[in-house]
C-alpha cells in the first residue's frame, strides 16, 4: 500500500492497523527547537478516545501516547524537537477480532470491504484494518505537533448538525463545546442530539453529522495558486479523513444560490490603511491564498456503515447474503470526527506556514 503520507514540508506517515498490536505515525519536517513532550499531545487524544459515553463506540481504549524519537533535552532543561523525524506510537489494548467473524465472510455496504479487497486481492477484516477509524488517533497525535508549529493560529472545531437537526448559531457558546459529549455550542441543541443518536444506537443503526472547524489568526498569504492553494490542500485533508463525504469551504455550496455582490467579501480601509473585510463567504482564503480573515471549513460525515440492522449484500465467493456487523461501532462517528478535523486544519496550516517561509523567507 503506497501514500500513507500527507504534506510536504511538516510530513506525517502514520502505520498500523485497528486490531494490530499497535498504531503509530512519524512526523518529519518539524522545525527544531520546540518544547514537546507527550503532554502537550496526550489532551487532543483524550478529546478524540473511544468509549467516552454511551454515544460513541464502547471499545475502551486509553490511547497514551510514547514519543520514540526527535526530542532531546535542550540546555534550558526541557525536551526539545531536534529537527529529526518524531516517531509516535500508541498500543491498542481492547481489541475484539472475533467480532468480524461475519465481516471475513461477507462484505459491508458503505465500507471499504468490497473496495479493498478488489484492489490487493485480500483484506484485512478485523476492524477494517487500515481503513479503520482508529488509524485518525495518529492524525490527532501529528496534530498536536502542528499546533506547536503554529501558535499564533487558534483553531476551534464543533458539531453543527447531527442528522437533520442542526445548532442555532444566536445560541452559539463556544464554552459549551467542551461540556457535553457532542462537542455541541448550543446547549438547548443537546437532548434532541442525545434522543436521535440514543435511538440509532438502540436500533441498530447510525446516523451521519456535520461538523465545522475554524482556524484565527492565519496571516494573509499562506498558500499559493494553481497547485498550491491552500483551500485545495485542506479540502484533500479532510477528505482524506474517514467517512468524510464532502468538504466546504466558506460558504462553499451556498455560494452558488446566490450573486456576485452579495458574495464578494468586501471592504473597507482600517485606522492603518489596511483592509477591513465586511464578510467572510470566502472561508478565509481567496486564490488558494489566505486572506487574514479567519479560515473556516464544513465537513460532511456519512453515517457509520457498521451497524447491526441487516443489509443486503454479497459474500467473497460472489453469493447474496445479509449481513449484521457485530462489535462496537460510533452510532455516530462525525462526533469523534471533531478533534480528527481540528488536527487536519492545523497540519495543513503548519504545512504552509513552513512553504511560505521557504520560498518569501
Not at 471499545?59 to 535542550?74: H, M, N, T
Not at 437532548?191 to 461538523?211: M, T
Not at 491564498?289 to 441487516?310: D, H, N
Request: with cysteine; charged share 25%; proline share 7%.
Amino acid at each position: 500500500m503506497s501514500v500513507n503520507t500527507f504534506g510536504r514540508v511538516l510530513r506525517f506517515t502514520t502505520w498500523g492497523e485497528s486490531h494490530g498490536p499497535a498504531i503509530g505515525a512519524v512526523v518529519d519536517g518539524c522545525p527544531p527547537g520546540i518544547a514537546l513532550t507527550e503532554a502537550d499531545i496526550q489532551p487532543f487524544l483524550d478529546a478524540r478516545r473511544p468509549g467516552q459515553s454511551k454515544y460513541t463506540t464502547q471499545r475502551k481504549e486509553p490511547d497514551q501516547v510514547r514519543i520514540l524519537s526527535g526530542v532531546f533535552e535542550a540546555p534550558d532543561g526541557k525536551q526539545r524537537t531536534t529537527g529529526t523525524p518524531i516517531s509516535l506510537m500508541i498500543e491498542n489494548v481492547d481489541q475484539r477480532s472475533k467480532d468480524y467473524s461475519e465481516v471475513a465472510k461477507a462484505f459491508r455496504p458503505g465500507h471499504a470491504d468490497y473496495a479493498y479487497d478488489a484492489k490487493y486481492g485480500f483484506r484485512d477484516y478485523r476492524g477494517g484494518g487500515r481503513s479503520s477509524a482508529r488509524e485518525t488517533a495518529m492524525r490527532v497525535a501529528a496534530g498536536a505537533i502542528a499546533r506547536l508549529i503554529i501558535p499564533e493560529v487558534k483553531i476551534l472545531g464543533w458539531v453543527e448538525q447531527i442528522a437533520e437537526t442542526p445548532v442555532l448559531y444566536s445560541r452559539f457558546d463556544e464554552q459549551e463545546i467542551a461540556r457535553n459529549p457532542f462537542f455541541c455550542p448550543d446547549p438547548e441543541t443537546v437532548p434532541a442530539w442525545e434522543k436521535v443518536v440514543d435511538e440509532a444506537r438502540k436500533s441498530g443503526n447510525s446516523v451521519g453529522a456535520q461538523v465545522a472547524c475554524w482556524a484565527e489568526g492565519v496571516p494573509a498569504g499562506w498558500g499559493a495558486p494553481v497547485y498550491g492553494k491552500l483551500s485545495a490542500d485542506l479540502a484533500a485533508a479532510m477528505m482524506g479523513v474517514n467517512a468524510v463525504k464532502g468538504v466546504e469551504i466558506g460558504d462553499g455550496f451556498a455560494a452558488s444560490m446566490t450573486t456576485g455582490d452579495a458574495n464578494a467579501d468586501a471592504m473597507r480601509p482600517d485606522a492603518d490603511g489596511k483592509p477591513k473585510f465586511l464578510s467572510n463567504h470566502a472561508g478565509g482564503i481567496a486564490g488558494g491564498i489566505s486572506t487574514g480573515q479567519p479560515v473556516t471549513c464544513r465537513v460532511a460525515f456519512k453515517p457509520t456503515s457498521s451497524i447491526l440492522t441487516p443489509v443486503e449484500t454479497i459474500t467473497s465467493d460472489g453469493e447474496a447474503t445479509e449481513i449484521r456487523t457485530k462489535g462496537r461501532h460510533d452510532p455516530c462517528v462525525g462526533i469523534r470526527g471533531v478533534p480528527v478535523v481540528e488536527a487536519m486544519m492545523a497540519l495543513v496550516l503548519a504545512d504552509h506556514k513552513l512553504l511560505h517561509r521557504a520560498q518569501c523567507g
